[in-house]
């Protein structure tokens, strides 16, 4: 099933042009806050007509303003995971689970009550009411109400933007077992460079509400003339695998043949990873380096350079295991001579990758 998106809209001095193809899986629209992300997903979920525009899903028209077409909201069969919870208090999680359900229009297939509960971990929590459940526990509940909706999309507007870092590390894993075990499609907006890189099948990278990259997440994030959410937000992505996890505390990652060391990650020998390396915490060396604390050092080749208008550069550098981002100052590459196509190692520290930029 795939989402095809074309709309152009107007506030005052500020417009939206954007198209976009959005395939199966966890499609992030990316940006900073007002680059037109929520607007996109009220356009789709018929809170907003735009001036012109054409959404279709799987085949199926939402809207076609050339033609006249605009389904109300109640009849788009949509899904939608709101920043809050939005419980009705007065109701048990059990009845909030089954509300959606009485209402729902979408042609989508329904899972099971039961099969929700337990991707959810929510099944100690049926019979409470939303006032005994905390911000993380509520958008557990949130997003189990829309998936037994028979949405034939699932629409999620920053759904963790409200919670702490702890609550957004509970929910994250959920997310990731939404993208790998349910089939309906999940349209979901964030401004957070973590949460794309851990969630992200497809990323639509936003800014001034233009679309300014689409693809892959590892591609999308690791190319240093994309960054939407900022220089200081840039970082890349490697899929890695486990192969150990070391009594000291460690767990030891293969990445493209490379080994990588991080704070013990709770995954089993044999899991496959993503990993989110921050640009900033990347420190770049024309010669191997010894005498370091840092344990990740990558044989690296330097692919671009993209000077900021400060002192800051953003350096796109080809290793082994993947493509890295280093920020370092314009002075730093000068005084290393850096230049594409040169040799140099990336230093990586081990403790500089947050729990949050592993899943």
Do not use: W
Not at 4 to 28: C, M, N, Y
Not at 69 to 94: A, C, D, M, S, W
Not at 112 to 120: A, S
Not at 128 to 151: D, F, T, Y
């Amino acid at each position: 099933m795939s989402l095809s998106v074309q709309l152009r809209h107007s506030f005052g001095s500020f417009t939206i042009d954007i198209g976009f193809e959005a395939p199966k899986g966890i499609t992030v629209l990316f940006g900073r806050s007002g680059s037109g992300k929520t607007t996109i997903v009220e356009a789709v979920a018929g809170l907003l007509t735009p001036e012109s525009g054409r959404i279709a899903l799987d085949g199926n028209v939402l809207l076609d303003t050339q033609n006249g077409r605009n389904l109300p909201p109640n009849k788009r069969g949509l899904g939608y995971i709101f920043q809050e919870g939005r419980l009705f208090p007065h109701l048990t999680v059990r009845q909030n689970l089954l509300y959606g359900g009485f209402f729902a229009r979408g042609s989508g297939t329904a899972p099971k009550l039961d099969h929700v509960v337990e991707l959810l971990g929510i099944e100690a929590l049926l019979e409470r009411r939303p006032a005994a459940l905390s911000g993380g526990e509520k958008q557990r509940v949130a997003i189990g109400r829309a998936l037994l909706a028979k949405p034939r999309l699932v629409l999620a507007d920053e759904p963790l933007a409200a919670l702490d870092e702890a609550r957004k590390s509970e929910i994250l894993p959920y997310f990731e077992r939404l993208r790998d075990e349910v089939s309906v499609p999940i349209l979901y907006v964030s401004h957070s460079a973590a949460e794309v890189a851990r969630l992200a099948t497809t990323v639509i990278a936003l800014q001034d509400g233009r679309v300014v990259s689409q693809g892959p997440a590892i591609e999308v994030l690791s190319d240093p003339m994309v960054t939407p959410a900022g220089v200081r937000a840039a970082g890349a992505v490697l899929e890695a695998r486990v192969t150990a996890q070391h009594a000291d505390g460690l767990t030891e990652l293969d990445a493209g043949g490379q080994s990588l060391f991080l704070p013990r990650v709770d995954r089993k020998v044999g899991t496959r990873l993503r990993v989110r390396i921050a640009a900033q915490d990347v420190i770049l060396s024309r010669a191997a380096p010894h005498g370091l604390s840092a344990l990740n050092v990558l044989p690296a080749e330097v692919e671009q350079m993209r000077p900021g208008d400060g002192p800051g550069t953003l350096v796109s550098l080809k290793t082994p295991a993947g493509t890295v981002l280093a920020r370092i100052t314009q002075r730093s590459a000068s005084n290393l001579g850096l230049s594409p196509g040169q040799a140099c190692f990336a230093v990586l520290k081990s403790v500089a990758v947050a729990p949050q930029d592993v899943g």
